[in-house]
């Protein structure tokens, strides 16, 4: 069993900044990468930013410069430091882990529960 789980949405006005979470546990290997994705309401679900193993960070090109992931213990936990939040960047933001599952060594996608975060005018 593998759990995802975010924390750290909430609301906040433009211009101001929050610091979302996600935490693996459960029987894995390893991970090789963690991403974050957000859905806003009637939209599709896209991607924001993600950390691979070697450290290498990508970006939405709507979050450059503003976002920031960060991870420890070799991407157990995965940070996304947002800044200068706009009212746009509303919606549930998502972890997920591409990761290797102990028991079979296979690899495997993961998605957390999600968080919401609102960001008002």
């Known amino acids: 069993q593998v759990q995802l789980v975010e924390s750290g949405g909430g609301s906040v006005q433009a211009g101001g900044s929050l610091r979302l979470s996600c935490r693996a546990s459960g029987m894995i290997v390893s991970i090789n990468t963690m991403s974050w994705y957000r859905q806003a309401p009637g939209k599709q679900r896209e991607f924001v930013a993600r950390l691979t193993r070697d450290g290498t960070a990508l970006y939405a090109d709507s979050v450059k410069g503003r976002f920031a992931i960060s991870a420890d213990n070799n991407l157990y936990t995965v940070y996304l430091q947002m800044n200068s939040l706009k009212p746009e960047d509303t919606a549930v933001y998502y972890c997920?882990?591409?990761?290797?599952?102990?028991?079979?060594?296979?690899?495997?996608?993961?998605w957390g529960q999600g968080t919401q975060v609102t960001v008002s005018s």
């Open positions: 997920n882990a591409d990761l290797i599952l102990a028991l079979t060594m296979a690899p495997a996608d993961y």
